[in-house]
């Protein structure tokens, strides 16, 4: 179909409140997925350092504003090898 998505991920708590989840990490993870382009995954540096060890491979893509939220955030595209 030609479609090209993009993600954004974050981690952080959330409140659930019967199906849905809101707080401050859904937010985040919404503004870092507009700093997305097509067929790309962007995580903040806080899931960067979660997963360290892990093998996942990440590009640099330096500090950003995220809309809404404060400071600046250090932001990196999730790079793959084409494996699932």
Same mark, same amino acid.
């Given at each position: 179909?030609?479609?090209?998505?993009?993600?954004?991920?974050?981690?952080?708590?959330?409140? /659930?409140?019967?199906?849905?989840?809101?707080?401050?990490?859904?937010?985040?993870? /919404?503004?870092?997925? /507009?700093?997305?382009?097509?067929? @790309?995954?962007?995580?903040?540096?806080?899931?960067? =350092?979660?997963? /360290?060890?892990?093998?996942?491979?990440? @590009?640099?893509?330096?500090?950003?504003?995220?809309?809404?939220?404060?400071? @600046?955030?250090?932001?990196?595209?999730?790079?793959? =090898?084409?494996?699932?």
């Amino acid at each position: 179909m030609g479609i090209k998505v993009r993600s954004g991920v974050h981690t952080g708590e959330v409140e /659930a409140t019967g199906s849905q989840i809101r707080g401050i990490a859904v937010h985040i993870a /919404a503004r870092v997925m /507009a700093k997305a382009g097509p067929g @790309e995954v962007v995580a903040s540096g806080t899931v960067k =350092d979660l997963v /360290a060890g892990s093998g996942i491979a990440f @590009e640099d893509r330096g500090s950003h504003s995220l809309q809404g939220i404060a400071g @600046e955030w250090r932001l990196y595209k999730v790079e793959h =090898d084409g494996r699932v």
